[in-house]
């Protein structure tokens, strides 16, 4: 008898690396006792031989695995079952012979495996829906900081946690669950031991706002309860500050659509209970008396349908009286989340241009023409949409307010969208890239290409002009805001 112990309960690299030895030397999954930390050595393991025993043997080509078997074993791994490591090795056993064993739908070992995938598969989506983040504090660079407690059924952290850090990219998180803690920081995501739920400080600051949200996605006409239920099992509730509404909806849905019936000519978007929180719009507008006002202010926005669906608004950044403003023309995805110019794909171009001709993108002012998030909705993802003459209209106020407050020498218009809000005119860039445009109070105007039509372009050749070109009138408009010939007005 062979013994492997993992160090980890749900560490697939370790399991692959001892299923490998395994095979290469014969050894048959009854021989084998698999154990994994927090488990009961039991008598074999007591006197079964280690498995660091066995010779290391580096034959290529001498195993067959294919990768929908590997997908799903790194799954099925996290699985709570304690026989997992010893079948999973055992069908990667038979595999070597029965290539085909997959595809048999009535062997015991994979309607075994199937059903673990869908558990494990279910797990890691209620881990994504349901993680409820705190906020904890600032750290360097004033990232916030945020923590939150989960109780996953399976041993899903490492599985669960990288979406976390495709989403909240730019705030430092950190998931705490019984197992396993998963630690972000900006740039790497590491684990730790697990926690408990004490490890996460209690902050309700977030937590309004998780309700605000849920009562206004509840539509009480189209509420199914054992659906609801199903959807959002009991057992997260404790974790989930929305669910303490849940019961009392429930009780008085009826009621309210019979209300919502009534009403129904009347009624505002569903999304109106996140609105009213905004309260009103532009009413004040002419009382804006400073750049941070004006940052304060553009949450209230309703000027266009836009802010409806986005998540807020994203005003520009950067000193608050730079020589140089770049112009994009609306918050991607990622911008949307973080309220942040120019911090995701297009982003990251931006900054290669920039750090390329040695300009400190922290002298410089970033914004969009548009301050809110347009999409659409394509499964669960939310594609870029185009912004329209009306919206780029509407939103022209606040552009031209943060140009009067940052007073900047020179702009850049980074694609058509920032150069009709900056000019009010439809421009092709092909037609005045680069050149040097004259705007009012002796300001200079420069277009250029946008990041994302960089991305877009469909050969190396093509991408590696249009950064070129980008890259030159970056640096042109940076020699020319800071010449001394133009004054800041
Ligand atoms: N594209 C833009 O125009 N602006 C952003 O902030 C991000 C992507």
């Known amino acids: 008898m062979i013994s492997v112990t993992l160090k980890d309960q749900a ?7 001892a299923a490998r030895k395994l095979l290469l030397n014969k050894i048959a999954p009854e021989n084998v006792n698999w154990a994994a930390p927090g488990g009961m050595q039991s008598l074999f393991e007591m006197s079964a031989q280690s498995i660091d025993t066995l010779r290391d043997i580096t034959l290529t080509n001498a195993l067959t695995v294919s990768s929908s078997f590997v997908s799903i074993a790194e799954r099925v791994i996290c699985h709570r079952d304690p026989e997992r490591f010893a079948r999973l090795y055992r069908i990667l ?4 012979t029965d290539r085909q064993l997959l595809k048999q739908t009535t062997d015991n070992d994979i309607i075994w495996m199937t059903d673990c995938d869908k558990a494990i598969r279910r797990d890691r989506h209620k881990m994504h829906a349901f993680v409820r983040f705190r906020k904890v504090g600032e750290g360097r660079y004033k990232r916030e900081q945020f923590a939150a407690w989960f109780e996953p059924t399976h041993f899903i952290t490492r599985l669960a946690t990288p979406f976390f850090m495709r989403r909240f990219p730019n705030m430092d998180w950190i998931i705490v669950t019984p197992d396993c803690t998963a630690i972000w920081n900006g740039q790497d995501l590491t684990f730790a031991p697990g926690g408990t739920k004490a490890d996460v400080p209690a902050d309700d600051s977030m937590e309004k706002h998780w309700k605000v949200y849920f009562q206004s996605i509840f539509n009480p006409a189209r509420l199914k309860v054992g659906a609801m239920m199903s959807e ?5 509730w404790h974790n989930m ?21 009534a009403a129904a000519p009347a009624m505002p978007h569903p999304l109106a209970a996140i609105l009213k929180s905004r309260t009103a719009s532009l009413e004040n507008a002419a009382d804006i008396d400073s750049l941070s006002q004006a940052r304060n202010a553009i949450q209230t926005c309703q000027m266009c349908p836009l802010h409806c669906n986005a998540s807020q608004a994203v005003f520009g950044e950067g000193p608050a009286h730079a020589n140089l403003m770049i ?31 040695n300009i400190d993108r922290s002298s410089v002012y970033v914004t969009n023409a548009i ?7 394509r499964g669960k993802r939310r594609i870029h949409e185009r912004p329209n003459a009306s919206e780029i209209d509407h939103c022209r106020w ?6 009067n407050f940052v007073k900047p020498k020179v702009i850049v218009a980074l694609g058509t969208s920032a150069a009709k809000a900056i000019t009010g005119k439809t421009i092709k860039i092909s ?3 680069g050149d040097i445009i004259d705007l009012s109070k002796g300001r200079k105007l420069i277009v250029t290409y946008h990041p994302a039509f960089i991305l877009r372009s469909p050969s190396p050749e093509q991408q590696d002009m249009a950064f070129k070109a980008l890259n030159l009138d970056l640096a042109r408009a940076q020699r020319l805001s800071t010449s001394e010939e133009l004054s800041q007005t």
């Open 11 to 17: 560490d697939f690299g370790a399991w692959k690396v």
């Open 93 to 96: 056993w038979r595999l070597q």
């Open 232 to 236: 959002m099992p009991k057992k997260y």
């Open 241 to 261: 500050p929305e669910a303490a509404d849940i019961p009392k909806m429930i009780e008085t849905a009826q009621a309210r659509e019979r209300k919502m019936r």
């Open 327 to 357: 112009v994009g023309e609306q918050p991607g995805d990622e911008e949307d989340i973080a309220g942040r110019p120019f911090i995701g794909p297009a982003g990251k171009i931006l900054d290669e241009a920039l750090t390329a001709e």
């Open 371 to 377: 301050k809110h998030f347009k999409f659409k909705l």
């Open 398 to 403: 606040w552009l031209k307010t943060e140009i």
């Open 431 to 433: 037609d005045c890239r």
